[in-house]
């Protein structure tokens, strides 16, 4: 046995799924998908075959010629689910499994109509990364093995499908509707993804649409009109874009993350509305992912800096192009607070503190942080100084160009940054980088005159002058660095001048919740509890879950709050939620 993802049961010895094609009806009534997928190998395949698979009923195999194939469904895993083990008799180009969906499939979030905008109709969310497409579909579910697939939907008529893939048409019969998808791009299993509901849509520009609920589309619309200026920046830095369209989803409040780069629909937090365009950072992260993640991603969680690392430091490239290199350096210096208080939280855990990191037995949920994002980041930017933005640029475009549509490790990044700037790791001690703990002593700080002037306020309460041009960032700088516990004065005077608890701007309520918490200022608890029932984003939740539980006197509200919203939060969010509060679900 070959094994190169200790999060999959895939085989390198083993025939490799190609392409898929997935055909499934939508039952919403029992919140289960009943299903038949046909994998494609590269080359036709006999002998054993180990897929990945997590709580589903496997009902038929059978091989190209229609024969049924032995199988085993073996004992669940920690963390990896059950191999499915299948005997192909004979050399055979695919296989064809009938199986069903579990109602607790971890990939799958079903929302009754309360839990939409609307309140008439369901809604279905898939949400794949990073080893949740297993829930969906038995396959190869490992990064390494990028593939192409079709999809059939069929669902209630009434409702609108939309999938991370190009759309090749619907037919409506009686009650039922079935929607056509193809991704011609190979893509890493994790990227599957589709949504079904009461959506209406918005033009952006020729490739770029938004979808949302239809109480929601007009003000996402208006939130994402600059889109295409994104695109334009990015293709100029990193090059063509190279999946045709650019869509977004903005999703129901319970959606775990604040995007997700799914190819051709990008999934949006419904939280980055703010009204006034404040915070589609979000946006610029997720397509600058159409580069670095989906172009090329990591072989397995345990490079998961590739993607992320990456991506932040070409959101910041864009971010400085439309916005200039303050708003930039103001980006980096709160993701370096928030990459302190990662380090902070992992401190039991060191080695979840490297970039390349062993994760054999760690589900990579559990060690999600945003260290290979800042850290990755940071690590990047000791590169390009080293050698010059104009070296850096020209390498990072040979890098996307080599493994376009690929799948590599940290190995193949050194092997491949040593051939074209030859002694550079070394020069940067890339090894402190990569697999030390924490953040290097050389590691460079972000400059710029409004950080200063922030960091220059010490703790004092601004008057209403100096924030009136405040960016949501300059805000939650601001507030990291009030020393907390704050006085009571200190809290009720920020709250009455600038009336941060009534504010809708999650960017800049949420760290002040957080510091008020912290200061035990009690007013808020109103405010906070009104936020966990509102959101799912565990952006938010961990840190208002984290303040209600170190405190005595809240931990108790903390866990009644957790109690009233499980049922709306995403799976993945109810498992950061329990393990902050641990609470055996």
């Not at 289960?32 to 036709?44: C, D, G, K, N």
């Not at 059939?152 to 409506?172: K, S, Y």
């Not at 004065?489 to 949420?510: F, G, I, K, P, W």
């Amino acid at each position: 046995m070959a094994r190169r993802d200790p999060h999959s049961f895939t085989d390198d010895t083993q025939a490799q799924t190609e392409s898929f094609a997935l055909r499934a009806r939508i039952d919403f009534a029992t919140q289960t998908i009943a299903a038949e997928v046909v994998l494609s190998f590269r080359t036709p395949g006999s002998g054993r075959l180990d897929l990945d698979t997590r709580d589903l009923a496997i009902d038929h195999v059978e091989d190209a010629a229609g024969r049924a194939l032995a199988f085993v469904v073996h004992p669940a895993e920690p963390h990896l689910g059950s191999r499915l083990a299948i005997e192909l008799a004979e050399p055979t180009p695919s296989i064809r499994i009938r199986y069903r969906t579990s109602p607790d499939a971890s990939a799958l979030q079903w929302l009754a109509p309360p839990q939409t905008r609307g309140g008439v109709f369901p809604f279905l969310f898939s949400q794949c990364q990073a080893i949740h497409a297993r829930s969906l579909i038995p396959l190869q579910d490992t990064p390494r093995l990028r593939v192409r697939y079709t999809a059939e939907l069929t669902f209630p008529r009434e409702l609108q499908a939309v999938m991370a893939a190009a759309e090749r048409g619907r037919d409506d019969n009686g009650a039922l509707a079935t929607h056509r998808f193809e991704m011609p791009q190979p893509i890493p299993p994790y990227l599957f993804a589709f949504a079904i509901g009461d959506l209406a849509s918005r033009d952006l520009s020729p490739r770029c649409r938004v979808w949302a609920e239809p109480a929601v589309v007009d003000a996402a619309a208006y939130e994402f009109a600059e889109v295409e200026a994104m695109i334009g920046a990015a293709e100029a830095l990193f090059g063509p874009y190279d999946w045709e369209r650019f869509d977004i989803l903005t999703m129901p409040p319970s959606f775990p993350y604040g995007g997700m780069e799914n190819p051709r629909l990008t999934f949006l937090t419904p939280t980055v509305i703010a009204g006034d365009r404040s915070l589609v950072s979000v946006v610029a992260h997720e397509l600058a992912h159409s580069w670095t993640g989906n172009l090329v991603t990591n072989a397995n969680a345990e490079h998961f800096w590739l993607n992320e690392g990456f991506t932040m430091y070409a959101e910041r490239r864009i971010t400085e192009a439309l916005e200039g290199a303050e708003m930039a350096a103001l980006s980096a210096a709160l993701g370096r607070r928030e990459l302190d208080e990662s380090i902070e939280r992992f401190a039991k855990q060191p080695g979840m503190t490297r970039l390349r990191t062993h994760l054999e037995g760690i589900d990579p949920d559990e060690c999600y942080s945003l260290i290979p994002y800042e850290k990755g980041y940071m690590f990047l930017c000791a590169i390009e100084a080293a050698v010059g933005r104009e070296a850096f640029s020209r390498w990072l475009r040979s890098y996307l160009d080599r493994f376009r549509f690929g799948a590599i490790t940290t190995e193949d990044f050194e092997a491949h940054i040593e051939a074209a700037l030859p002694g550079m790791l070394a020069a940067v001690n890339a090894r402190e980088w990569l697999d030390g703990e924490g953040i290097p002593a050389s590691a460079i700080a972000p400059v710029s005159a409004r950080l200063d002037a922030i960091e220059a306020l010490a703790g004092k309460v601004p008057t209403t002058d100096v924030t009136k041009a405040w960016s949501a960032t300059e805000w939650a700088l601001y507030l990291e660095n009030v020393p907390r516990p704050a006085p009571e004065a200190t809290c009720l005077m920020l709250d009455e001048r600038h009336q941060l608890t009534a504010s809708t701007n999650y960017d800049v309520l949420v760290p002040w919740l957080t510091l008020a918490l912290k200061s035990g200022y009690t007013p808020v608890l109103p405010r906070v509890e009104q936020v966990l029932a509102d959101v799912g984003r565990m952006k938010y939740l961990r840190p208002l879950y984290t303040a209600l539980a170190a405190d005595p006197s809240t931990r108790e509200l903390a866990q009644s709050i957790a109690g009233r919203n499980r049922a709306a939060y995403h799976p993945i969010a109810r498992q950061v939620v329990d393990s902050i509060l641990r609470v055996t679900p």
